[in-house]
């Protein structure tokens, strides 16, 4: 398969619970060789995340370090209400957002109910993004995520974090395996990050790509091994993918 040349979904020590700066980041990237970093610390509801004025200025973040392309995001929480973790205002600073279900901050409410939790959040045209859509502990129905997906034009994680810790993201790996033939019958993208929470782990695609090589998938619908496919998808209005 064609490399990958950007990693998403990162976090730093403004996340509370991750280990390293947005520059360590950036260096490792370079030295894996992406083209683009993407910087989504964890939205409000998080223990010990940034506070929300962080997203107040994150245009003084360099729009480049180390040669690489730095975006900026949020790995918003999606809410038992179906709402997103982050109010309005503060989204609309981003270059994109990210839905993820966080067991901290969610209860499980049942495989439909999840569902129609995520997909609610899903129709925000700034998340860009599903994380981790790979654990039991609070299921999703993936017939109905990946027919959401295609409608509102939002790409499904492979995060290789999730197959690192296997043995507590109960059922990933045969989640992932559903999901992807769905993506697959239905043309719909999905982006591979690391969910890195240590710079040593940027770039780090090695399992994901692993259960990808096994599936045969469809690098057509890989969205982050093209820089101009990966920047058109997330920078641009929101469209319906034709791939």
């Not at 981003?94 to 995520?118: F, P, S």
């Not at 492979?158 to 690192?164: A, P, Q, T, Y």
């Amino acid at each position: 398969m064609r490399k990958l040349i950007a990693d998403l979904h990162t976090h730093t020590i403004v996340s509370g619970h991750a280990y390293g700066t947005i520059r360590e980041n950036a260096q490792v990237a370079a030295q894996r060789g992406l083209e683009i970093l993407g910087c989504t610390e964890h939205a409000p509801g998080i223990p010990g995340t940034c506070d929300p004025f962080y997203y107040m200025n994150v245009k003084m973040i360099p729009d480049t370090i180390y040669n690489v392309k730095i975006l900026i995001g949020s790995e918003i929480n999606v809410m038992n209400d179906g709402t997103l973790s982050l109010e309005e205002k503060l989204i609309q600073k981003l270059d994109y957002a990210i839905a993820g279900i966080h067991g901290v901050c969610y209860e499980d409410a049942g495989r439909e109910k999840n569902t129609d939790n995520l997909i609610e959040c899903m129709k925000h045209p700034r998340v860009k993004i599903v994380s981790h859509p790979d654990d039991d502990h609070t299921p999703l129905n993936y017939e109905r995520l990946v027919q959401a997906a295609k409608e509102y034009a939002v790409a499904l994680e492979v995060n290789n974090s999730s197959l690192i810790k296997k043995y507590s993201r109960l059922n990933c790996y045969e989640n992932y395996r559903i999901m992807l033939k769905l993506c697959e019958q239905y043309r719909v993208p999905i982006i591979v990050n690391t969910d890195a929470h240590d710079p040593d782990a940027v770039g780090e695609f090695t399992l994901a790509m692993e259960l990808l090589d096994e599936l045969k998938f469809d690098e057509e619908l890989i969205l982050n091994n093209d820089r101009e496919k990966l920047l058109k998808f997330i920078l641009s209005e929101r469209t319906r993918f034709t791939i």
